[in-house]
């Protein structure tokens, strides 16, 4: 069965340092989402990306946050400059048909910013 | 803004029973998802339900609906411990959205 795949599983970066976080959504998907978890918080909505542009972006994702689809398979999540309260799992997933329609979650991958 | 709000918060029962959880909404829906998520782990997709269906199957899994009191429910039937797990609806008229607490279900072998 066709999965999303996240790496690094887990990161581990110092405050103020950029890190990429990457995503392989499913081939055939239109839509890519990332979304974040805060240990022991809800899984937050950060963007959602549809035909090489940000379709929707909550008030989480401001400037230090961009996503790109480089090529035809990674989906990624930039972070310019860490703070410590960026630490958290990071969701990518995608949809086929409809946006929000079905999503497909990948592992995550666990940030830690110290 | 918030995705549904699941009650109840934790559910703990034996294996073989079965577990309902329900989820009210706010807005208007054209379909209602059910997810869920293993601690620490990706959320998994469950079962849709569209606006004009009020049951939907799908395996041990049920589905209901009721558009007038804005509500689903989903029943978990002859549970196992490996359905332990936490339990999120999505409303995918509400789009950006953050998912909301879920219930904590717990099954106990």
């Known amino acids: 069965e066709p999965e999303v795949t996240q790496t690094p599983s887990h990161q581990v970066t110092q405050m103020g340092q950029e890190v990429i976080l990457r995503c392989v959504p499913i081939?055939?998907?239109?839509?890519f989402y990332w979304y974040r978890q805060i240990l022991g918080q809800k899984v937050e909505f950060l963007v959602s990306?549809?035909?090489?542009?940000?379709?929707?972006k909550s008030e989480i994702f401001d400037d230090q946050f961009s996503v790109e689809r480089p090529d035809g398979s990674n989906f990624t999540l930039k972070i310019r400059s860490t703070k410590l309260e960026d630490s958290a799992m990071y969701f990518c997933?995608?949809?086929?048909?409809?946006?929000?329609?079905?999503?497909?979650f990948g592992p995550g991958t666990r940030l830690t910013v110290t | 803004s918030q995705q549904g709000e699941e009650d109840p918060q934790a559910l703990s029962i034996q294996e073989g029973e079965n577990a309902t959880m329900n989820c009210s909404y706010k807005t208007s829906i054209n379909n209602l998802q059910w997810y869920r998520q293993n601690s620490g782990r990706g959320l998994v997709h469950l079962i849709l339900i569209r606006s004009n269906e009020r049951e939907k199957h799908s395996g041990r899994l049920r589905v209901t609906l009721d558009t007038s009191k804005k509500s689903s429910s989903l029943l978990i039937t002859a549970s196992r411990a490996a359905d332990t797990a936490s339990y999120f609806c999505y409303n995918t008229n509400a789009g950006k959205s953050t998912f909301g607490d879920g219930t904590t279900l717990t099954v106990k072998p």
């Open positions: 081939s055939n998907h239109l839509y």
């Open positions: 997933a995608s949809t086929g048909g409809q946006v929000f329609y079905e999503q497909y």
């Open positions: 990306f549809y035909n090489n542009e940000i379709s929707e």
